[in-house]
């Protein structure tokens, strides 16, 4: 049977292989960023109690890329069926919270540590302003230091869900330890970037089924905005710069 592309960008394509996906990386892509991508994937497999495509292999093509095997996940992604179900979008954001929720319940203590990953990522940014820079970084060393299980991209996208409504969740490569409420003030944003009404629905049942002051996601927005600009993507950097400014919240 032969490969068929489901996806690609800059940096890797991914095909389905029979009851397998296999995420091909360009020439050149970093062998560590690869194998710690493969590590990350193992370690969440080992916490256990998360759907999450099982690793089959990593090995080189016969071109020289480096590529993941994984089991192909049979259905559509929450954010088609979002599309696809506007009528259900309550119900579908219902469940999502849920899900994040349960895997925020999880630890996995040989991760990377949320705050030492941001710490590295605001000190990275070349155009910020020095004083916002030491603002951002005395701000992030002052946070409560938890050990929650953190996605790092949790949105629609990245949650297949199968016919019979079982939910996978994938592309863990940003899994870190640390606070939940920053990991939702990503996944916040994320969803800002898109649609501001459904951000605001999401924020608000995160806050209700925790009994979270909303306040207290709120003060990691101008921090994963930092976190974001490495990303360097020019239709986002008008709105995390508004953000990096904004420091109290009412």
């Not at 909303?214 to 930092?226: C, I």
């Amino acid at each position: 049977m032969a490969r068929e592309l489901i996806s690609k960008n800059a940096t890797k394509s991914v095909y389905r292989d029979g009851d397998k996906a296999v995420k091909v990386f360009c020439q050149g892509f970093p062998k560590a960023e690869v194998l710690n991508e493969a590590l990350i994937s193992a370690r969440i497999e080992a916490v256990g109690g998360i759907n999450i495509p099982r690793i089959q292999e990593v090995a080189v093509e016969e071109d020289g890329c480096w590529a993941i095997t994984k089991d192909f996940i049979e259905g559509k992604t929450l954010q088609q069926l979002m599309d696809e179900n506007p009528d259900k979008q309550d119900e579908y954001l219902n469940q999502m919270v849920d899900l994040q929720l349960m895997i925020h319940s999880k630890t996995c203590p040989l991760l990377n540590k949320l705050k030492d990953k941001m710490a590295r990522q605001i000190s990275e940014i070349e155009d910020l302003n020095p004083v916002n820079r030491y603002d951002l970084l005395t701000r992030l060393d002052s946070t409560p230091k938890h050990v929650k299980l953190c996605h790092g991209d949790f949105q629609p996208n990245n949650i297949i869900v199968k016919p019979d409504g079982t939910m996978y969740v994938l592309d863990w490569v940003h899994a870190t330890q640390g606070n939940a409420s920053a990991d939702v003030a990503r996944t916040y944003l994320l969803f800002c970037l898109e649609n501001q009404e459904k951000a605001d629905k999401y924020m608000d049942l995160f806050c209700q089924k925790t009994g979270t002051d909303k306040r207290y996601v709120q003060q990691w927005l101008p921090l994963v905005a930092a976190a974001q600009l490495t990303k360097k993507r020019p239709e986002e950097q008008e709105l995390l710069h508004n953000w990096l400014n904004v420091f109290d919240y009412q």
